[in-house]
């Protein structure tokens, strides 16, 4: 079993508290800066967990540079690991003020991971101080099957460049997703069909006609993992929810992931 970890952190910080650090708005996301998870909802093997936070209150130089660790432990119902990464040793620099550290993690499940309960535990040290702070949360890995993972927003279409689900009129907005768990015909494709909807804050749909495709051809016997874009053009200001489903057309299952979305004017 491979596992992956990334730690990713956002500078915009300032400030310092006899009281020491905080971890503060602890959030599972749809991808980087992504829209919020449902809570409970679990994770399927294929996906990728991503989980953000802010730092509060750690002790700046005088320089404004802070100096920090964060340490993760993921345990599965048993009380085996199945992730940790050992302190690790950061510095941020303050830009835009604030004492609030914006961050961020992510760590793939693979396709072969067991159903299970999970455990977590995240551990924040101020390096200056020495002083310590721990979250602890539980979140769980659902049994393998057909559905939406890799679900995000992203600037460009490969779906390599994560932004949040923020834009401003004029610009785009990538929808990226994949798809694992669906079921081979006869000729030993999938047939997966894919409808994106859109609706505006009093729940009416923007388009009478679904964004829609079907991938049902030249995939691999062994691909196991199908990705997916949908290209937005932001066209009108306000708050929407994309609204994402797939239907595997062999099993008849289907999964629905639904995103909120806003729209600024340009100024």
Same mark, same amino acid.
Do not use: C
């Given at each position: 079993?491979?596992?992956?970890?990334?730690?990713?952190?956002?500078?915009?910080?300032?400030?310092?508290? /006899?009281?020491?650090?905080?971890?503060?708005?602890?959030?599972?996301?749809?991808?980087?800066?992504?829209?919020?998870? %449902?809570?409970?909802?679990?994770?399927? %093997?294929?996906?990728?967990?991503? #989980?953000?936070?802010?730092?509060?209150?750690?002790?700046?130089?005088?320089?404004?540079?802070?100096?920090? +660790?964060?340490?993760?432990?993921?345990?599965?119902?048993?009380?085996?690991?199945?992730?940790?990464?050992? %302190?690790?040793?950061?510095?941020?620099?303050?830009?835009?003020?604030?004492?609030?550290?914006?961050? /961020?993690? =992510?760590?793939?499940? %693979?396709? &072969?991971?067991?159903? +299970?309960?999970? $455990?977590?535990?995240?551990?924040?040290?101020? !390096?200056?101080?020495?002083?310590?702070?721990?979250?602890?949360?539980?979140?769980?890995?659902?049994?393998?099957? #057909?559905?939406?993972?890799?679900?995000?927003?992203?600037?460009?279409?490969?779906? !390599?460049?994560?932004?949040?689900?923020?834009?401003?009129?004029?610009?785009?907005?990538?929808?990226?997703?994949?798809?694992?768990?669906?079921?081979?015909?006869?000729?030993?494709?999938?047939?997966?069909?894919?409808?994106?909807?859109? !609706? &505006?804050?009093?729940?009416?749909?923007? $388009?009478?006609?679904?964004? +829609?495709?079907?991938?049902?051809?030249?995939?691999?016997?062994?691909?196991?993992?199908?990705?997916?874009?949908?290209?937005?053009?932001?066209?009108?200001?306000? !708050?929407?929810?994309?609204?994402?489903?797939?239907?595997? =057309?062999? +099993?008849?299952?289907?999964?629905?992931?639904?995103?909120?979305?806003?729209?600024?004017?340009?100024?």
């Amino acid at each position: 079993m491979s596992h992956f970890f990334a730690s990713v952190l956002v500078v915009a910080f300032l400030g310092g508290d /006899a009281a020491g650090p905080e971890i503060v708005n602890p959030r599972a996301t749809y991808g980087h800066l992504g829209a919020p998870r %449902p809570k409970g909802a679990g994770i399927l %093997p294929g996906d990728t967990a991503h #989980f953000s936070f802010e730092i509060k209150n750690l002790k700046a130089d005088a320089n404004g540079r802070v100096s920090y +660790s964060i340490a993760i432990v993921i345990s599965d119902e048993k009380g085996k690991v199945f992730f940790e990464q050992k %302190p690790y040793n950061s510095f941020a620099h303050t830009y835009f003020g604030g004492n609030l550290l914006p961050a /961020a993690a =992510q760590v793939s499940v %693979p396709l &072969d991971t067991k159903a +299970s309960a999970m $455990s977590w535990k995240v551990t924040v040290t101020d !390096r200056t101080t020495g002083k310590s702070t721990t979250l602890n949360g539980t979140g769980k890995v659902l049994p393998a099957d #057909f559905g939406l993972v890799h679900v995000g927003t992203f600037a460009d279409v490969e779906a !390599r460049a994560p932004i949040a689900p923020v834009g401003v009129v004029g610009s785009q907005l990538h929808l990226g997703f994949g798809v694992v768990g669906f079921d081979r015909g006869k000729d030993k494709q999938p047939a997966i069909k894919v409808q994106l909807q859109i !609706r &505006d804050e009093k729940g009416q749909l923007t $388009s009478a006609q679904p964004l +829609s495709g079907l991938v049902n051809k030249d995939i691999a016997a062994d691909v196991k993992f199908v990705p997916m874009t949908f290209g937005l053009t932001l066209d009108r200001p306000g !708050r929407y929810t994309l609204e994402l489903t797939a239907q595997d =057309q062999n +099993s008849g299952k289907t999964s629905t992931v639904h995103l909120p979305v806003r729209i600024l004017p340009a100024e």
